[in-house]
């Protein structure tokens, strides 16, 4: 390609070709009534993985223009359903002080989730938090609590813009775990509490949280690593998966930064906690001395065959600092980072300009993420043409980032029974997309994020595309969401006009189409005039006066069917351009 736009173009059109063929085929299948195998969906998806142009930015700071395009793109990638208010805010703001916003780690008070539909929890009452409770045979009502609660919390927007919310999502996946296989949502729900109180802290320190942290306990079977049979699985996660990551095998039993002799040593550090499943609240987690393994542990070359010796229940915290000594770990988690705010491909030139600076600057900084995250959202890199809208939007910011930006009218008005209901009818709706915020497919976590070639390609398949597509058709449908378990006639309804009433000219179809696409579409130079003048006649038709007149009619002499009709010109309207392959970008 002649230049970088070109070649930036190319790669976006790839996912888009991508979402478009899949959609063609999968309404043929539908036409056929067979079933498609996911591969026939992914065969357009990535054999190999993309080249950057023949050179890339550096971490220097951004020294462009702040303008809307550029806040829309650090918020559509640093929050989930990013709101036209917080994206002008932003540009007002300067970046900044909207990464200060972003960035901002102040704890804050969430009231916890509570049983909304257990009639039969004798000792938590309906409108009440189980999470100090005791535990509960039944969990998987409390499990559906805390699916519900924490779609409210990715839908607040009475909070200020943080990243909070996109980190806690990054962390469990990071240490991934399966709130089936744990069966008890208290576990789930403190482990995830722990990443939300500290999402931009001393991953150093987390990572010894995690050691013994009862839901990962439970998880890997610590529980069950006891001197007489110690237990590898936790083990050899911690380095394959949490810390050092697996590199290519480069001896008998050895990956690059670790060998199987170092995963048995580390599985006997690690014996002797349990938990302790009656407990009310925090600290479930407890050490037992006649269940460790007291001797010795010497590790191999790689870990400079240095030897941890019996510390009881501070051992595990020296299997960490030993970990920590090698500078793999900052390197592998500035990776992930980069995955998941970035982009996936990672070639040389990228570990070079990018990763290694920032693994710098995370050890420098004493693993605090805080630091490495505020340059990278600062750097010129990260607002490159070719990295604005190259990636595939996870289904939570798809269908949840939607709801956030479109809030449903009427959800204020619900009881706590009906708002949980409804939460948790959209938890159901990203896990049928193949992200499930409480059960990782497995200790990995999400394949979107590690699974080369295709990475965010395995989002779109013969299943999830139009289930995607149903979903948003739904969120806009003129009989509003259901949001009662009980009563089919209790709905929430999207009333796009409360929003377009406050455009500068909200009377002016062209000027509303022009808005709409800068907001939610990721790069407007892509976006042809042909194309809006489509999305405009969707909404007049043959008459290019009638939004205007029928807006104007409705402002002299306002009634609920005539704010219903412009309503629904403008759910027509949002259904074609929240369901283009562009909106699916980020």
């Known amino acids: 390609y002649g230049d970088h736009r070109d070649l930036h173009t190319a790669y976006r059109r790839q996912r888009q070709m991508c979402i478009r063929d899949s959609y063609n085929m999968v309404k043929l299948s539908e036409k056929k009534k067979k079933d498609i195998r996911r591969d026939k969906v992914l065969k357009y998806a990535n054999k190999i993985e993309p080249k950057f142009p023949s050179f890339i930015a550096g971490l220097d700071t951004y020294s462009g223009n702040w303008d809307f395009q550029m806040a829309a793109h650090l918020l559509r990638r640093a929050t989930i359903g990013p709101t036209l208010e917080e994206i002008n805010q932003s540009v007002q703001d300067g970046?900044?002080?909207?990464?200060?916003?972003?960035?901002?780690?102040?704890?804050?008070?969430?009231?916890?989730p509570i049983n909304y539909l257990d009639e039969d929890d004798a000792e938590v009452p309906l409108g009440s938090t189980w999470i100090n409770a005791e535990k509960r045979v039944d969990d998987f009502k409390r499990k559906n609590s805390y699916a519900a609660w924490r779609v409210s919390q990715i839908l607040n927007k009475e909070r200020p813009i943080s990243l909070r919310e996109n980190m806690v999502l990054f962390w469990q996946n990071h240490f991934a775990t399966e709130a089936t296989v744990i069966n008890d949502a208290r576990y789930t729900y403190y482990m995830h509490e722990n990443f939300r109180n500290n999402f931009l802290g001393d991953f150093k320190q987390m990572v010894k949280e995690i050691n013994v942290d009862a839901a990962m306990l439970t998880y890997l079977s610590g529980i069950y690593n006891v001197k007489d049979a110690p237990n590898e699985n936790y083990a050899r996660e911690l380095f394959e998966l949490f810390t050092v990551g697996k590199g290519p095998i480069d001896g008998e039993d050895s990956y690059t930064y670790y060998t199987e002799s170092d995963i048995i040593e580390a599985s006997k550090i690690l014996t002797g906690w349990r938990v302790?499943?009656?407990?009310?609240?925090?600290?479930?987690e407890y050490f037992t001395l006649d269940r460790h393994d007291t001797s010795s542990k010497t590790f191999s070359e790689k870990f400079g065959n240095k030897t941890i010796l019996s510390n009881g229940e501070k051992e595990h915290e020296d299997l960490i600092d030993l970990i920590f000594e090698n500078e793999r770990v900052s390197e592998f988690i500035c990776e992930k980072l980069y995955r998941w705010f970035v982009y996936y491909v990672i070639n040389d030139e990228v570990k070079d300009k990018i990763i290694k600076p920032l693994a710098k600057t995370f050890r420098d900084n004493n693993y605090r993420v805080k630091p490495v995250l505020e340059q990278l959202f600062k750097s010129n890199h990260f607002y490159e043409m070719y990295i604005r809208g190259a990636v595939i939007k996870n289904p939570v910011s798809f269908s949840l980032g939607f709801l956030r930006q479109f809030n449903l009218s009427g959800i204020e008005n619900l009881n706590y029974s009906e708002k949980y209901y409804y939460w948790k009818a959209r938890h159901n709706n990203v896990s049928d997309q193949g992200q499930d915020m409480l059960d990782h497919p497995n200790v990995a976590g999400w394949p979107a994020y590690y699974q080369e070639p295709l990475f965010h390609e395995y989002w779109i398949t013969s299943v999830t595309l139009p289930t995607r597509t149903s979903h948003i058709k739904y969120y806009l449908s003129?009989?509003?969401v259901r949001a009662s378990q009980t009563d089919n006639n209790v709905r929430v309804k999207s009333k796009p006009l409360t929003l377009i009433n406050t455009f500068d000219k909200p009377e002016d179809i062209s000027h509303i189409v022009n808005k709409l696409c800068e907001w939610l579409l990721p790069v407007q130079d892509e976006i042809s005039q042909d194309l809006k003048n489509d999305f405009i006649n969707i909404v007049v038709g043959n008459n290019p006066n009638i939004w205007e007149d029928e807006y104007n009619d409705y402002l002299n002499e306002p009634s609920e069917e005539k704010e219903e009709s412009l309503n629904k010109k403008l759910r027509s309207l949002l259904k074609e351009i929240c369901l283009m392959p562009e909106y699916y970008l980020s």
């Open 95 to 112: 970046l900044d002080k909207t990464l200060d916003k972003l960035l901002d780690e102040k704890t804050i008070n969430i009231s916890p």
């Open 276 to 284: 302790n499943r009656n407990h009310v609240g925090r600290g479930r």
């Open 478 to 480: 003129n009989n509003g």
